[in-house]
DNA sequence: TATAAAGTAGACAGAGTTGTCTTGTTTTTT
DNA sequence: AAAAAACAAGACAACTCTGTCTACTTTATA
């Protein structure tokens, strides 16, 4: 059932987010969500293809929480504003749609998956792009410059808060790009 | 004697760093160096301990290059301009010293080490920390605004080229630093 | 040269991993 | 109500992991 597939999904992506995809072996995932080995194994047909839907989880969320956020920014630099922060918000742990911040999954499961050409990989590197192009449609002024400094300076913020645990990153990022849009 | 535990670390660096640290096992790094088991235990109290003897070792070679590549710049953007060329030049794989580029080291390795307070996470938190003080000790003129926005986009470019693949961050970093500075 | 230290090779224990298979129960559908 | 599908619980195989231990060999030191 869709039910039980949902349950070990939801319970993978919040074992896999918090510590990380290799550190949690599939008895952990079927231990908390009181799922059977066999029905993991009747709606996945590995863990990598777990995982896979796991990511495909975390994008749509992210996707979705972003366009919330973005939503009736009617300049580039509100655009800008309202992006980082709800970074920051989401670094201090106040986004309950993204859970507890430890940095981008993407970045982390990229990090965790070396093989470049793997559909872990693959999958992460589409992500990012289509992030890019959410944050393009809802820039009021077409400026393939800015879009790029955004999208550096996002990945910047996002690594430094999980890193160095400075969670003023995305506070300093609107600085510089609202300074630099004058 | 130092010989052997200077190739099981140098072995380590190569194969944690292409491959990531919880993808390598022991027996693996013994195989390749050569090394005996007990011989890599007498050198080492366990896993951890070799990898934070790695994750030293991966410091010093990144702080030694990093030295190299800003000495004698004469101005805050010289400073810019050598720091994100030799950025580009590391994710193109012309940095022999570095290595083959697979995104930074640190940051993967606190994306494979959930715990905060783990000795690995606080390790790369302490080596980005002293990079910063790296680069401000290079720059001509105190500007701890421009120093916050060198070390995000610094992030932003290294975490861009590794999970995009877009080598090309380095170059838009400098031209967005340097915009700026006017 | 004799003794001590360091290293090799690999078996082994104990724990963990993914994935399969079995047996019995619950739930859904016909 | 009967048949079919889904699920639970867990044993099990085959593998990998770290770390210890033993027996033997090489190298360095006194």
Chains 1, 2 share one sequence.
């Not at 952990?28 to 996945?44: C, D, M, N, P, R």
């Not at 777990?50 to 994008?59: F, N």
């Not at 972003?66 to 509100?78: F, P, R, T, V």
Request: charged share 25%; glycine share 4%; net charge positive.
């Amino acid at each position: 059932m869709n039910k039980k597939r949902k349950l070990l999904i939801d319970t993978s992506l919040s074992l896999f987010y918090s510590n990380g995809i290799n550190s949690i072996g599939i008895n952990e995932i079927l231990k908390i969500s009181g799922v059977a080995k066999q029905t993991l194994y009747s709606h996945f047909e590995s863990k990598e293809s777990l995982i896979l839907a796991t990511l495909e989880q975390r994008h749509m969320n992210f996707i979705e929480w972003l366009e919330i956020k973005l939503q009736g920014a009617d300049s580039n630099e509100k655009v800008i504003i309202r992006l980082f922060t709800a970074l920051e918000s989401w670094f201090t742990n106040s986004e309950p749609m993204l859970g507890d911040f430890r940095g981008c999954f993407f970045i982390n499961s990229s990090a965790e998956f070396s093989n470049k050409s793997s559909d872990i990989s693959l999958f992460c590197k589409r992500h990012k792009h289509k992030v890019r192009e959410i944050i393009r449609l809802h820039m009021t002024k077409e400026n393939p410059f800015l879009l790029d400094a955004i999208c550096i300076m996002k990945e910047g913020a996002i690594t430094s808060a999980y890193v160095t645990g400075d969670y003023s990153s995305a506070m300093k990022c609107v600085q510089i790009l609202t300074r630099y849009e004058c």
